[in-house]
């Protein structure tokens, strides 16, 4: 029985395995799978590498035992005779060991687009709110240093005329320069208390000349210069003209022949435009005066 049996295992074919890439052992006739060829392309990659490594180990060694110029030695020939055989060879009388490489690659999972679109609308909402508001505030700004500046200018051009010519600023050398015709003063002062004459007048235009004084706790400059030769024909029309050029449209109520007018701009400022003695009087103010104080303080010229 025992013959009988060790006869059957002997004549039943044996069963030869191999290894899959996750492990396990298969049948070797068995379909191989991805996962199989790929690993088998690794293994046949890495023994290349192994047996290319072991080539230049041998090159090397046969350098270092040439010598300088290239000569081999007796040792060296020994070494090679002796030299164990090629792995692959048949002289080994050993099947190459299988290795088994595995490799895993990370799972990346994206985001919806959806997401991320509402994602960066609530970032980028707060920036958009903000910028609306820089850039309104920056408008704002500037409309308002405009406006000002447009004000401004009016004001300088404005009080800087003498009826039909433009007077330029009082300068250190005019300020010793005084009128070649005669003016007038306030009564009770002389022009070394009102700080002297100043000529404002630009060089090539009717001579102009300007004093300052306080009227009122007010500062205001005094322009006086001769009638143009044109205002003899109708001193109250061509009058009325230049306080027209300075916007001064109020007409004041005065005990003397001659017409004052007044005018106010937006920041209290005025300008008084008048005619006493043959001369054309320009004032200025840097506040609002009392239309009475104005009255008196012409009649008190002389």
Do not use: C
Not at 220 to 231: A, G, K, S, W, Y
């Amino acid at each position: 029985m025992r013959d009988i049996r060790r006869r059957i295992s002997t004549d039943r074919p044996r069963m030869t395995l191999r290894r899959s890439a996750d492990g396990r052992l298969k049948p070797a006739d068995a379909e191989s799978d991805i996962a199989d060829i790929w690993a088998d392309q690794k293994r046949i990659q890495l023994k290349e590498a192994m047996e290319k490594q072991k080539r230049k180990e041998l090159k090397r060694q046969r350098r270092r035992e040439g010598g300088f110029w290239g000569r081999r030695s007796g040792a060296t020939s020994k070494s090679l005779a002796s030299a164990p055989p090629h792995p692959g060879s048949a002289a080994t009388g050993n099947a190459a060991k299988e290795i088994e490489i595995r490799l895993h690659l990370p799972k990346v999972r994206l985001p919806h687009p959806a997401n991320v679109a509402e994602r960066l609308g609530d970032l980028l909402a707060p920036l958009v709110r903000t910028r609306r508001r820089i850039i309104t505030l920056v408008v704002i700004a500037v409309l308002l240093i405009g406006y000002l500046g447009l004000q401004i200018t009016a004001n300088t051009k404005k009080h800087d005329k003498l009826a039909k010519t433009k007077t330029g600023p009082v300068s250190t050398s005019q300020l010793s320069q005084t009128p070649d015709f005669k003016t007038v003063l306030p009564i009770d002062k002389k022009i070394e208390d009102l700080g002297g004459w100043g000529r404002v007048s630009p060089a090539g235009g009717a001579p102009a000349f300007a004093y300052s004084d306080s009227l009122g706790g007010v500062h205001i400059v005094v322009t006086e210069q001769e009638l143009p030769d044109d205002f003899a024909s109708d001193l109250p029309g061509h009058l009325a003209k230049a306080a027209k050029q300075f916007n001064a449209s109020k007409k004041l109520t005065t005990t003397e022949g001659s017409d004052v007018y007044v005018g106010t701009s937006g920041n209290g400022a005025q300008s008084l435009v008048t005619s006493k003695n043959g001369l054309l009087i320009l004032m200025r103010s840097t506040a609002t005066i009392n239309d009475q104080i104005w009255s008196d303080y012409v009649y008190s010229l002389e």
